[in-house]
Nanobody
Framework: QVRVAESGGGLVQAGGSLKLACATSGRIFSAYFISWFRQAPGKERELVATISDSGGTTNYADSVKGRFTISRDNVKNTVYLQMNNLKPEDTAVYYC????????WGQGTQVTVSS
């Protein structure tokens, strides 16, 4: 079973930036579309961004479009999420997984944006 480990979260003021990383253990990582999801307290997990297996195609939720950038390094088996101009409503635990959620969920990384 492929495992993921998210990192890079933290506390930041509104308008600030963070870069999250999602590292995997599986050598088949490059075969998958990978997504970032987030879950805020009391809310359901939502899809934030997706990147294709080659990295050539990306998609974003309307709420983060123009502020977040997803990228990947298939040699390092790592997917990144660059988050700029952060807003308090971006506060959540961020997770990565395949687009179809076929990996085991990691522990996520907490992002807290203060106003």
């Amino acid at each position: 079973q492929v495992r993921v480990a998210e990192s890079g979260g933290g506390l930041v003021q509104a308008g600030g930036s963070l870069k999250l990383a999602c590292a995997t253990s599986g050598r088949i990582f490059s075969a998958y579309f990978i997504s970032w999801f987030r879950q805020a307290p009391g809310k359901e997990r939502e899809l934030v961004a997706t990147i294709s297996d080659s990295g050539g195609t990306t998609n974003y939720a309307d709420s983060v479009k123009g502020r977040f950038t997803i990228s990947r390094d298939n040699v390092k088996n790592t997917v990144y999420l660059q988050m700029n101009n952060l807003k308090p409503e971006d506060t959540a635990v961020y997770y990565c997984n395949t687009r179809t959620m076929s990996f085991s969920w990691g522990q996520g990384t907490q992002v807290t944006v203060s106003s």
